[in-house]
C-alpha cells in the first residue's frame, strides 16, 4: 500500500535532477531518500528509477506513478479547496513565483500582509528572472510584466505598468538626446536580454497617433538579463535604457533620470498573474490576487516620494 505522502515523496524525486538535489528539497540527507526510495520500489514490486545514468531516469512504471500521482494529488487538493471555501476558510499552501526585482520589491509584501490577515495560509515566493519557464505547473500564481499571447494559463490583470524610455542627464550632457526614434541607432543603448524576443529591435508608436509606428534596431555593447542591472547602468550614465515603469518613475521624478522623446511610446507591459485551469478555485488564491490588487491600487511607484 502506498498513501499521499508517499506520493509526494516521488514526485520531489521525479522532478529532480538527482538523489542528492532531491535530499536537499526534501531537507533530509540523500542515504535517507535512497533507503525510503528502496522501501517504496518493494512494496510496489518494481523498480520506479534507472540507477544506471547519471541522471535520474524514471522507469515505465515510474512514469506511471508519476502520472497518476499527479493526478491523484490534484484531486485531493482539489478537495481540500472545496470543503474550506464551504467552511469559509482561507488556508492551504499557496505556490508563487514573480520576477526578482518586481518580486522583491512588490510581492514579498503583499505576501507579508496576506499571511499576517491569514495565519492558516503557509506560503512559497519563488523569486527568478524567469518565472513561468520555473516549473510552472508547481505554481498557484506566477507574476508576469507584460501581455502574453498563446499561452495556456488564465491571466489576471493586476496592475498598469508603462515602458519608459529613458537615461541619466550624464548621458544626455555627453551626447545629446536623440531628436527621432532613428537617432536611436547611433546611441549606447543598453540591453535587456529576456525570454526569447529579438531583444535589440525596439518597436515604438506616436502617443497621439497609436497607429503611426516606427521600429529601431538598437545597437550597444552592454547587455544583461536582470533588469535591474540595466537600470542601474543606466543611473550611472552608461546609456539609453527602455524599463518599467516600476522600476524607473522614481528616478524620473527626482531627476536621476529624464524620459527621452515622450511623443512616442512602446506597447505597456501590465502587471499580470497567471494561474492554472483549476487553481483559480481555491479561496486563498482568489483571495490573494485580491490582496495583491488592493496593494497595487493605486500603483505605489507614482506615489513614492
Not at 535587456?192 to 545597437?219: G, M, Y
Request: charged letters at 25%; glycine letters at 6%; a neutral charge.
Amino acid at each position: 500500500m502506498i498513501n499521499s505522502i508517499d506520493l509526494q515523496f516521488f514526485m520531489v524525486i521525479a522532478r529532480a535532477s538527482s538523489l542528492a538535489a532531491a535530499a536537499r528539497l526534501l531537507n533530509v540527507t540523500p542515504p535517507a531518500v535512497t533507503q525510503r526510495l528502496a522501501a517504496l520500489e518493494a512494496r510496489l514490486g518494481v523498480n520506479l528509477i534507472d540507477r544506471r545514468g547519471r541522471h535520474l531516469t524514471l522507469t515505465d512504471e515510474g512514469e506511471l506513478l508519476l502520472e497518476r500521482s499527479e493526478r491523484i494529488l490534484a484531486e485531493l487538493g482539489d478537495i481540500t479547496d472545496r470543503i474550506n471555501d464551504r467552511r469559509g476558510l482561507i488556508a492551504g499552501h499557496l505556490r508563487i513565483a514573480a520576477p526578482i526585482g518586481f518580486g522583491r520589491e512588490y510581492i514579498a509584501p503583499a505576501v507579508r500582509t496576506f499571511k499576517h490577515a491569514h495565519p492558516d495560509i503557509s506560503v512559497s515566493l519563488d523569486l527568478s528572472d524567469n518565472p513561468i519557464g520555473q516549473q510552472p505547473e508547481n505554481r498557484d500564481v506566477i507574476i508576469h510584466i507584460g501581455e502574453l499571447r498563446n499561452q495556456p494559463f488564465q491571466m489576471q490583470h493586476i496592475a498598469p505598468n508603462r515602458r519608459i524610455l529613458c537615461a541619466a542627464p550624464a548621458y544626455i550632457a555627453r551626447f545629446g538626446p536623440p531628436a527621432t526614434i532613428t537617432d536611436l541607432a547611433h546611441h549606447q543603448c543598453l540591453i535587456l536580454r529576456e525570454n526569447d524576443e529579438d531583444v535589440s529591435l525596439w518597436r515604438f508608436h506616436a502617443a497621439a497617433k497609436p497607429k503611426t509606428k516606427e521600429t529601431v534596431r538598437v545597437n550597444g555593447d552592454m547587455t544583461s538579463n536582470d533588469g535591474n542591472v540595466i537600470r542601474d547602468w543606466a543611473l550611472a550614465g552608461m546609456g539609453i535604457a527602455l524599463r518599467s515603469e516600476w522600476d524607473v518613475a522614481q528616478h524620473i521624478r527626482k531627476g536621476r533620470l529624464v524620459e527621452i522623446l515622450p511623443d512616442w511610446q512602446v506597447d505597456d507591459a501590465p502587471i499580470v498573474a497567471l494561474l492554472g485551469p483549476r487553481h483559480f478555485r481555491a479561496a486563498r488564491i482568489r483571495h490573494f490576487i485580491n490582496h495583491l490588487r488592493t496593494c497595487l491600487t493605486p500603483v505605489p511607484w507614482n506615489a513614492m516620494p
